[in-house]
């Protein structure tokens, strides 16, 4: 497992954009295939992107196709998720996850294939 911490979270009127990032210390992210994951109040957490370890592969859930969009920079440790025309809705804590994996390939939707979590970046969209 691989610490990791999130960041960029804050309040932003409905429209309008967030970048968050996902990063860890005196670790590489390079063979970990990455995720982002949200959870509003009284909903479970829910899928929101991933990405392969090479770029090459990537998922979005269906409420966020088109609005979002996860990027990495494996030479900074870091994974992003842009937030554009941002809704009510959007509105939860966002947690990234990693899973090591030997496939460059690699990626992956439920919860129970990441064994890294951060501990979340809260995003409140104001309507």
């Known amino acids: 497992q691989v610490p990791l911490v999130e960041s960029g979270g804050g309040l932003v009127q409905a429209g309008g954009s967030l970048r968050l990032s996902c990063g860890t210390s005196?670790?590489?992210?390079?063979?970990?295939?990455m995720g982002w994951f949200r959870q509003a109040p009284g909903n479970e957490r829910e899928f929101v992107a991933a990405?392969?370890?090479?770029?090459?592969?990537?998922l979005y859930g269906d409420s966020v196709k088109g609005r979002f969009t996860i990027s990495r920079d494996d030479a900074r440790n870091t994974v992003y998720l842009q937030m554009n025309s941002l809704k009510a809705e959007d509105t939860a804590v966002y947690y990234c996850?990693?899973?090591?994996?030997?496939?460059?390939?690699?990626?992956?939707?439920?919860?129970?294939?990441?064994?890294?979590w951060g501990q979340g970046t809260l995003v409140t969209v104001s309507s």
């Open positions: 005196g670790r590489t992210l390079s063979r970990y295939a």
């Open positions: 990405i392969s370890w090479n770029s090459r592969n990537i």
């Open positions: 996850a990693g899973r090591f994996t030997i496939n460059m390939d690699y990626v992956s939707t439920p919860q129970t294939d990441f064994g890294s």
